[in-house]
């Protein structure tokens, strides 16, 4: 493909489904040509949600560490962290901004630390036994059968169980729990998006009834009981944190452990080095796949003032992208950055999880889940292979497989 800047509109998703995964090759342009580089509103607009005001598209790692890092010139409080306007609807604004990802420092930092502490390295090495029990399930669960949907029916699994017993909402609710945090993931290309996540508050106030009254070490019980300069937290704070959790807890996990059975299947030399050393290897292998096929995409900040940044002006109030696909390719930080390395020395050095204040509270956790059942996965299954092409999400927001059927290999299931 012949691209130049401008030729793609990374907020419409027929743009993106031409590239059928995230658009690197478009990024490659913009890093060399525009790396700062505006991107004008999409025609048309997305049915049922907010529009989109055009952004800013940052794709060099300096770049987005920048922007990531730095919270009083570039915003996720002024007008969300979405790629859409949410200035000119109050209640939108406001339900964004009762949200951890929409909120800067120092209101950031209080409500940040109500789960911080039960997310740690330390507290999640804790959870290593449960976790691994479970991955053991989910893998054990594929033995007999010649072909599986991977996506949903396995990768889904272990996220969902971890999230579901992390937030206090009962296993048996686990599969509903899925539907509709994937139902307010995908607003972008769903009109009916208002009520679904009517549906989703509905749920969460059933949650809540089956709560103990007192305070427990779940994260929703945390948020339910928790204070912030000296008072309780209000119904839309609640809400956004379970909403943000609904999809950050799971969405990401499950694209990650499909990403990482893809990329080994299309690269069978690094495959092989995986299975000389498993143990050894699989830590570097997940960043490497984190660093090439990052599941989120982009989050956006707004400018607060104008902003100068190698050469361009980018006026205040105008919306920024951050490109965590093309941070993770920036040839001035990764060698051959589009080569897939599982040995790769710098790997782990990837923007997936982003930077900053607002780095992902998840990620030890997501680490610690995708060496448990990857791990439990080529141990007990190395056979596994792709039936088919897998099919991609096409979304503006997550870099994202919607299905993947795998041969599982019956004769190496013992
Ligand atoms: C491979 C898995 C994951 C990836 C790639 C990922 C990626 C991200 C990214 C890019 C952000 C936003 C960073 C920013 O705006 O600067 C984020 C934020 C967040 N993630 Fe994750 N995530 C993953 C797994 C998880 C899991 C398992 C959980 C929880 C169980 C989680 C919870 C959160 C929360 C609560 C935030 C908001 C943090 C804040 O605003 O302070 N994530 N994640």
Same mark, same amino acid.
């Given at each position: 493909m012949n691209l130049q800047p401008g030729d793609i509109n990374l907020a419409k998703q027929d743009d993106i489904a031409r590239f059928g995964a995230a658009p690197y090759e478009y990024f490659e342009v913009l890093r060399r040509e525009? &790396?700062?580089f505006w991107n004008p509103?999409?025609?048309?607009?997305?049915?049922g949600y907010l529009p989109c005001p055009g952004f800013w598209v940052l794709s060099k790692y300096e770049d987005v560490a920048l922007a990531s890092k730095e919270h009083e010139r570039f915003s996720a409080w002024e007008n969300s962290v979405l790629w859409t306007d949410v200035r000119e609807n109050p209640a939108e604004l406001a339900a964004q901004r009762a949200g951890l990802l929409g909120m800067d420092p120092p209101q950031h930092t209080q409500f940040r630390r109500l789960i911080q502490p039960g997310l740690t390295p330390r507290k999640v090495a804790d959870l290593v036994p449960f976790i691994r029990e479970h991955a053991q399930e989910v893998v054990a669960e594929l033995a007999g059968k010649d072909q599986v949907e991977f996506v949903f029916d396995v990768a889904a699994e272990l996220p969902m169980i971890l999230l579901c017993q992390l937030m206090g909402v &009962?296993?048996?609710q686990r599969h509903e729990y899925m539907r509709l945090g994937n139902k307010a993931a995908s607003f972008e290309y769903n009109p009916d998006f208002q009520n679904d996540i009517l549906e989703l508050y509905l749920f969460l106030d059933e949650v809540v009834k089956s709560l103990p009254g007192t305070q427990d070490d779940t994260m929703l019980s945390k948020y339910l009981h928790g204070e912030v300069d000296g008072r309780r937290l209000t119904r839309d704070e609640i809400t956004q944190f379970f909403l943000t959790l609904s999809i950050a807890g799971h969405e990401t996990t499950r694209n990650t452990t499909a990403h990482f059975v893809r990329l080994m299947d299309e690269h069978p030399d690094q495959k092989e080095h995986l299975l000389e050393d498993l143990d050894g290897k699989l830590p570097n292998a997940i960043e490497e796949v984190l660093r090439h096929s990052p599941p989120v995409m982009q989050f956006c900040r707004t400018a607060t003032c104008d902003i100068e940044l190698r050469g361009v002006t980018i006026p205040k109030a105008h919306k920024v992208y951050l490109s965590y696909v093309s941070a993770n390719r920036d040839e001035e930080v990764f060698e051959d950055p589009n080569r897939f390395d599982i040995g790769r020395p710098n790997a782990d050095l990837h923007l997936a999880f982003g930077?900053?204040?607002?780095?992902?509270?998840g990620a030890s956790l997501a680490r610690t889940q995708l060496q448990c059942v990857l791990g439990e996965l080529y141990r007990k299954l190395p056979d596994i292979e792709l039936a088919g092409p897998p099919t991609p999400m096409n979304s503006v927001w997550f870099n994202g497989i919607d299905a993947m059927a795998l041969n599982v290999c019956p004769a190496s299931s013992n």
């Open positions: 525009a &790396p700062v509103p999409p025609e048309p607009q997305n049915p &009962p296993q048996h930077t900053g204040p607002h780095f992902c509270l």
